[in-house]
């Protein structure tokens, strides 16, 4: 259902795709299926909101098409760094997110569930401070040279506090709520 | 590799109309098909009806909650907007409310729910926004009638019962449908506001009684039966301006349930000018009968005294009239009380000052009824109008 967050997706051609993201992929040339930018929407699309540091973008993703498709990156005007992170038990058993090499993967009429504690959307050296309420456009980028854009709500969320495999990323946890986290930069003393 | 499940549950995928009692005409309740999640936590072979998947439409041209039939429960909640709030920041936090209370009034867990099980049974969900004069401002727009009442005489208002910025009035036949989106909604508000006050009331159970029964209170009053009925021509001129909005007062009134019981049955009656039994005037025989206030006794006085609440309540003015949408409240007692009960008076009309306000002060002057009853807290808030898919509430303030 639409809601009161705009939330859509299109297809992008693929030569519209080259042009504006500057992708160097090349359209699957073997038995012409649908392009994956056609068949794929992203479900309740939301991003945690965070001040500044990194964030994380969560939904579902739906493959409506009969074939595998391949998300091999994500763009967005809120990052310029983003990454596709997966989560796995380390050798000691911990949970630990890392980047998902290949990108996900998601078969024929099935769907991928991006949500704290699982895969998710990781958004590096944020541009500006994500405010609860606000959009942040999203484009899925697949391994046919297409693409799917989404807007993502920014939420503020206090989970989504994961461990890394790596110490190249902090943990996410910039926003701890409290009373001082308020919108305000003024003390309010209602 | 991903984790990839079969497609996800989705919303109702077949909507059945239905009406019962005073809601026939209003279409506002829609309920899943049986292939629904219902279906699914019936008791095997058993024939308990479930109530559990009945939905209001949150979008419209008017906000929910009002016309509904007032669900078993209710919580007000009112919010102070934080300082240094701005347009731009106003306008996030209601499109964050708005849609959290368009997902969970139609069964769906709000985006980022951490508990997005406890979403699926909106057993008819309602969260209506209602304005108070500093958020008003704060849209661009002058507060209008959100400006609190004049002080009556009555009144022994307590701070922590009055005003507010914002107000969610969340309410459903299920009380942990309610909690869960309060929750839900208090969490996306946090950072834009603190809570003020939160007032929690309850009527009869669904099902306990036919819907359109006009509710009792806690002094055992029939209470609400001169009401304009919801979908009227009536109704919509006293309630609806041309823009879909509407005002509510909300006043907390404490019932001194003690000193009342003092009372016999007959006092009870005269005070009020209605019989416990079903309400009808003490003039009449039933509920609706219109009270005739000449009518005298053997000893030549009106039947309904001078200062019976019916009468006092009453003006020739045919404009001086609210539609009453109230709930009990009954706290836990402190110190050596046993009770702490009374009612959240909730009324809608177009104008405060022109409908309920006169109203009111005569009930001040002269009310048999103010012995045993004390406002102890009071709000006014602006309830915007609708919106529709896409929107959020309180749009059109920020347009102009």
Not at chain 1, 120 to 137: C, F, Y
Not at chain 2, 248 to 258: A, F, K, L, Y
Request: contains cysteine.
């Amino acid at each position: 259902m639409k809601t009161s967050f705009a939330l859509r997706t299109t297809a992008l051609s693929a030569a519209a795709l080259i042009a504006l993201a500057g992708c160097a992929g090349t359209p699957a040339a073997n038995s012409n299926p649908a392009p994956a930018g056609a068949t794929v929407t992203m479900k309740d699309p939301w991003v945690k909101a965070i001040d500044e540091g990194m964030s994380a973008g969560f939904g579902t993703i739906r493959n409506t098409g009969g074939q595998d498709i391949t998300i091999t990156s994500v763009t967005s005007p809120a990052s310029s760094d983003l990454e596709l992170h997966e989560t796995v038990a380390n050798e000691s058993g911990a949970m630990v997110m890392r980047e998902k090499t290949g990108g996900f993967t998601i078969p024929a009429h099935g769907e991928l569930h991006l949500e704290p504690g699982g895969s998710h959307i990781m958004l590096m050296d944020l541009a500006e401070p994500l405010k609860p309420g606000s959009t942040v456009n999203m484009s899925l980028e697949f391994s046919d040279g297409t693409s799917s854009e989404t807007i993502a709500p920014v939420k503020d969320f206090a989970g989504a506090n994961e461990n890394y495999d790596g110490s190249e990323h902090e943990g996410m946890d910039h926003g701890e709520m409290d009373k001082d986290d308020s919108e305000s930069e003024s003390a309010h003393d209602h | 590799m991903p984790h990839v499940d079969a497609p996800a549950k989705q919303g109702p995928s077949r909507r059945g109309i239905l009406f019962g009692g005073a809601a026939a005409g209003l279409g506002a309740i829609v309920a899943l098909g049986i292939d629904s999640l219902s279906s699914a936590a019936a008791p095997a072979g058993g024939s308990e009806p479930l109530h559990g998947q009945a939905v209001i439409p949150f979008y419209g041209s008017h906000q929910a909650g009002i016309t509904t039939e007032p669900q078993a429960h209710a919580s007000y909640v009112a919010l102070n907007l934080r300082d240094g709030l701005d347009h731009e920041s106003l306008q996030r936090l209601l499109r964050l409310l708005s849609d959290d209370a368009a997902r969970l009034t139609q069964g769906q867990a709000a985006l980022a729910d951490t508990e997005p099980e406890l979403g699926t049974v909106p057993a008819r969900l309602t969260v209506t926004f209602g304005f108070g004069p500093k958020l008003m401002e704060l849209a661009g727009s002058s507060a209008g009638e959100s400006q609190p009442l004049p002080e009556f005489k009555i009144d022994e208002l307590e701070e922590r019962w009055n005003d507010g910025d914002l107000l969610l009035h969340i309410a459903s036949d299920d009380p942990l449908s309610v909690a869960h989106a309060q929750r839900m909604m208090l969490k996306d508000a946090r950072r834009f506001a603190s809570v003020k006050w939160v007032q929690s009331g309850f009527r009869r159970s669904r099902g306990s009684e036919a819907s359109g029964t006009t509710m009792r209170n806690l002094f055992g009053q029939v209470d609400g039966t001169v009401n304009p009925v919801p979908g009227s021509e009536d109704f919509n001129s006293v309630v609806w301006n041309a823009d879909g909005s509407t005002t509510m007062v909300i006043r907390r009134i404490r019932m001194n349930v003690d000193t009342w019981d003092e009372l016999d049955r007959s006092g009870r009656e005269f005070s009020v000018g209605r019989t416990l039994g079903n309400g009808a005037p003490t003039t009449g025989s039933k509920e609706h009968d219109e009270p005739d206030f000449e009518a005298t006794n053997a000893l030549g006085f009106t039947v309904i005294a001078a200062h019976a609440h019916i009468r006092r309540a009453r003006s020739e003015n045919t404009n001086e009239r609210i539609f009453r949408r109230g709930y009990n409240y009954d706290e836990p007692p402190t110190g050596s009380e046993i009770s702490n009960s009374g009612l959240i008076f909730v009324s809608y009309q177009k104008s405060v000052a022109e409908q309920y306000t006169p109203m009111q002060q005569r009930l001040s002057d002269l009310d048999a009824l103010n012995q045993w009853t004390t406002p102890i807290g009071s709000a006014v808030f602006l309830i915007p109008q609708g919106c529709a898919e896409g929107g959020f509430i309180g749009e059109t303030l920020f347009a102009a």
